[in-house]
């Protein structure tokens, strides 16, 4: 099946500064979502991005599916960014609905 | 707002004795998802039904059934909890099923096994 791995694993960033978090897949995608976990567990949808660039206030991201890889840029961090970030995909080939996360990256942000 | 809810929010069981978690929606979504995320690990999706077809994953165990009687309500029963299947729960819903959309999580019911 499809592989995932995101990049960093962890990451520790002062307030105020900009991160880009990196997110790699074996496959032609179909579908890709970054989501943010917050400490009480729950997944917010930050981007549903299969290609090109979006963005939402200090949160872009771009996907290149071609070369099968999405970044996601966090600019001006804030503590409330902290929490783990997951790219989640679904691949041409795979089970309808069955999105693939990858293990997250772990972000810090301290004040 | 139109959203995921999933109760209890929090759930405490005892080994072996069967609990069950719900998953209730008001976007009018015609596919619901269950996804078992254990500590520090992905989630990853146990079954899904997309309007009254349940489709489960190859390798969710047969001790996890799923229940979905009306298109708001999707039900998670675990039959004989395992210390193992401590975990956190979550539902999700899309509005096809077809891929290419969005997935929208609830907040997700973390389960405690005593």
């Known amino acids: 099946g499809i592989q995932v791995e995101q990049s960093p694993p962890d990451l520790i960033l002062q307030e105020g500064a900009n991160s880009t978090l990196r997110c790699n897949f074996s496959d032609s995608v179909n579908n890709l979502q970054w989501f943010h976990q917050n400490p009480w567990g729950q997944l917010i949808n930050l981007f549903y991005?299969?290609?090109g660039t979006k963005q939402n206030g200090r949160l872009s991201a771009t996907t290149v599916a071609t070369e099968r890889y999405s970044l996601l840029y966090i600019s001006s961090s804030q503590t409330t960014d902290s929490g783990v970030y997951f790219c989640a995909v679904e691949s041409w080939g795979g089970s309808q609905g069955n999105l693939i996360f990858g293990k997250g990256t772990k972000l810090s942000v301290k004040p | 707002d139109a959203m995921v809810i999933q109760n209890p929010r929090y759930q405490v069981t005892q080994f072996g004795k069967p609990v069950t978690l719900s998953c209730s929606q008001t976007?009018?979504?015609?596919?619901m998802y269950w996804y078992q995320q254990k500590s520090s690990q992905a989630p990853k999706l146990l079954f899904h039904?997309?309007?009254?077809?349940?489709?489960n994953e190859a390798d969710t165990p047969d001790n996890f059934q799923s229940r979905r009687p009306n298109t708001s309500f999707c039900f998670l029963d675990i039959r004989s909890p395992g210390l193992g299947d401590a975990a956190m729960y979550l539902c999700?819903?899309?509005?096809?099923?077809?891929?290419?959309?969005?997935?929208?999580f609830g907040p997700g019911t973390r389960l405690l096994v005593l």
């Open positions: 991005i299969p290609s």
């Open positions: 999700a819903t899309s509005r096809e099923g077809m891929g290419q959309e969005t997935q929208y």
């Open positions: 039904y997309y309007d009254k077809d349940f489709n």
């Open positions: 976007l009018n979504h015609n596919v």
